[in-house]
């Protein structure tokens, strides 16, 4: 096996496999930390498997990506994932280097001075790929940059527990101009909406696709390190649990996200988005700032070892100019935060609930700067969520209307948080 390439081309071609290879593998994987390279036909197959994601990407002379690869010998080997970037790095960035395979070792020389060289072992063993399927029922295609931007915005929310198995899925609603990116843990919730013409193709109609948090970590730096802009997602179309996968393409990277459960019933988020809460209040969210952080700060590691709930208050004041927020335990902290505007269909005198205090500082950290933001309650019923819908403006509005258009795609966009309340 040989090529030549060049020395940080090849390191950021192999950012994808990398992460595969590195991140988030099934405990003891045979392959965890293993990257194959199969020289074939005047191309090189790089691969990974850790057991949950399968990946390849392809280099050739037709489309070197930049990398000026240039191919010479066919045959395979794999090797150290660590090792084999460790040693790309030790080259300087704009080196040509030749990667060449001598009996049980991969070496690594300059091409314009083969006396500088590095060379790592080789496995015996090729990786073992999980076959890929052959239909498809789901079948979408979604802009990397937009499917990101979704993600960042609701990651935060998908959920930990592993005796809660659907929460640790997030789901990818969509139809023609339309797409939703939604996570929950089952007590606090994300839901990031994007409106556009034709902004999904290849979907027949209304439909979903639900992701795991383990395949979503690896996925999510993936798309971060590729150029590719059209992104391709299918769902094989065999819903056994041992054989269901979803099939990732971009450009010339391929995924294989195995190991998921088909049958998991997430929840309608719609159930509690389209309430008609009674109590609408509007404020900036760089008051909540320092409010969500004061809040925290009473949650200390003493509290934390006992494993005590921290509870924060949120409560209007008679002028409904304010809402203070409070925490009251071993330590306690009391801020205020301004009213914009404040609506009430049922002329209910007070407006109060009280949440984990672990929520508020998200009420700052998703808004973009100097924003503002719609806190809504559902009349004095604390068995329903807090709704926070982000982009308001400076009067209360309807749940249809709270939203904002991207200057630069054109796509309507809406995001909001829910969280249960705390008695």
């Known amino acids: 096996m040989q090529f030549t390439i060049v020395a940080d081309g090849f390191r950021k071609a192999l950012s994808p496999v990398y992460d595969v290879a590195t991140k988030c593998s099934i405990k003891d994987w045979i392959s965890e930390n293993r990257i194959a390279f199969n020289t074939h036909n005047k191309k090189t197959i790089f691969r990974a498997y850790n057991g949950r994601i399968a990946i390849q990407t392809t280099l050739s002379e037709l489309d070197d990506q930049g990398t000026q690869y240039r191919y010479g010998q066919d045959g395979d080997v794999v090797v150290n994932a660590k090792d084999l970037i460790n040693i790309l790095k030790s080259f300087p960035s704009n080196a040509v280097i030749i990667c060449e395979k001598k009996g049980k070792e991969l070496c690594i020389k300059m091409r314009d001075d083969t006396d500088q060289f590095q060379t790592m072992p080789c496995y015996d063993d090729d990786l073992t790929f999980p076959a890929k399927p052959s239909t498809f029922k789901k079948t979408i295609d979604i802009n990397r940059l937009l499917f ?30 339309f797409v939703r990116f939604a996570a929950g843990t089952g007590a606090i919730f994300a839901v990031a909406d994007f409106e556009g013409k034709d902004i999904i193709t290849s979907v027949p109609n209304k439909d979903y696709i639900l992701l795991n948090k383990e395949h979503t970590i690896v996925l999510q730096k993936v798309l971060e390190s590729t150029i590719s802009e059209a992104m391709k997602i299918q769902e094989s179309n065999d819903s056994a649990k041992d054989s269901f996968q979803i099939l990732i393409t971009l450009g010339n990277i391929e995924m294989q996200l195995i190991g998921m459960n088909p049958d998991i019933d997430w929840i309608d988020e719609n159930t509690f988005l389209n309430l008609d809460y009674s109590h609408k209040i509007i404020t900036k969210t760089t008051d909540w700032e320092y409010a969500g952080r004061g809040v925290v700060a009473t949650f200390n ?46 002329n209910e005198d007070t407006f109060a609930f009280s949440c984990s205090s672990v929520y508020i500082p998200f009420l700052a950290r998703l808004s973009e700067e100097d924003g503002l933001i719609q806190i ?23 749940r249809k209307d709270v939203k904002k258009v991207n200057s630069v795609t054109g796509y309507i966009e809406k995001l909001c948080i829910f969280f249960a309340q705390m008695s």
């Not at 807090?386 to 309807?398: M, P, Q």
């Open 148 to 177: 990101l931007a979704g993600l960042s915005k609701i990651f935060f929310a998908i959920g930990y527990e592993a005796e809660r198995e659907k929460y640790l899925y997030w789901v990818l609603r969509f139809n023609k101009d």
């Open 301 to 346: 590691d003493e509290m934390k070892r006992e494993r005590r709930n921290s509870k924060t208050t949120v409560e209007l004041s008679q002028d409904k100019a304010t809402l203070f927020v409070q925490s009251s335990d071993l330590m306690k902290a009391k801020r205020k935060v301004e009213v914009i505007d404040y609506s009430n269909v049922n």
């Open 376 to 398: 809504e309650k559902f009349s004095e019923n604390d068995k329903k969520p807090i709704i926070v819908r982000y982009y308001a403006d400076n009067t209360a509005k309807d």
